[in-house]
């Protein structure tokens, strides 16, 4: 069965450093999502990507953050400047319209 | 109020027993919903899309109530590895068509022996 893969699965940043977050989504599907969550808390939406380019953001998704799909499976989420409350899981998913499948999400931590 | 809320529980349930999640949104724009379950530290899995006209897949029953604003999950004969957060999801539509998926907070259930 096909899945969503990512990686890093863990990765420690400093604050301030740039972080790439990577996903492979399901090769036939058309919709991609990243989201995050904070230890504890809900999923938060981050940004949606289709037709290669983003279709809907959250107010989270600031200049800070990036999105590209620079070949036709990657899919990455660029952080430029990490700060501490960055700090969190990071999930990829991608849909055949409706229904997201989740990638094992990466934890990011900043130090 | 919250665009989607749920009861965080725990429910704290024997194996065999049947239990019962709501899940109440804001947005009536709202045009699907969801179940996943999210294991301690893992990505949510989908359980289960939720049709207006109520759907079943095996022990798990999804209703929907558009005029009510709320979906439920209803899990019979739980089992162990039923242990999970329950989460609701709900994609409130908005103009051109996209939509922004919202996520509860999540149910936490615990099946005991």
């Known amino acids: 069965e096909p899945e969503v893969t990512q990686t890093p699965s863990h990765q420690v940043t400093q604050m301030g450093q740039e972080v790439i977050l990577r996903c492979v989504p399901i090769?036939?599907?058309?919709?991609f999502y990243w989201y995050r969550q904070i230890l504890g808390q809900k999923v938060e939406f981050l940004v949606s990507f289709y037709n290669n380019e983003i279709s809907e953001k959250s107010e989270i998704f600031d200049d800070q953050f990036s999105v590209e799909r620079p070949d036709g499976s990657n899919f990455t989420l660029k952080i430029r400047s990490t700060k501490l409350e960055d700090s969190a899981m990071y999930f990829c998913a991608s849909s055949p319209r409706n229904e997201q499948y989740f990638g094992p999400g990466t934890r990011l931590t900043v130090t | 109020r919250k665009e989607v809320e749920q009861d965080p529980g725990p429910f704290n349930v024997p194996e065999g027993a049947t239990v019962a999640f709501n899940c109440t949104y804001s947005n009536s724009a709202s045009q699907s919903f969801f179940w996943y379950r999210q294991d301690c530290r893992k990505e949510p899995k989908l359980l289960m899309s939720?049709?207006?006209s109520g759907n079943e897949d095996g022990r798990f029953t999804a209703q929907l109530n558009r005029a009510s604003q709320y979906i439920s999950l209803l899990i019979r004969d739980s089992k162990l590895s039923d242990s999970a957060t329950y989460l609701c999801?709900?994609?409130?539509?908005?103009?051109?068509?996209?939509?922004?998926?919202?996520f509860g907070r999540g149910t936490s259930l615990i099946v005991h022996p």
């Open positions: 939720v049709y207006s």
């Open positions: 999801v709900v994609n409130p539509q908005i103009s051109g068509g996209s939509y922004i998926p919202t």
């Open positions: 090769s036939n599907h058309l919709y």
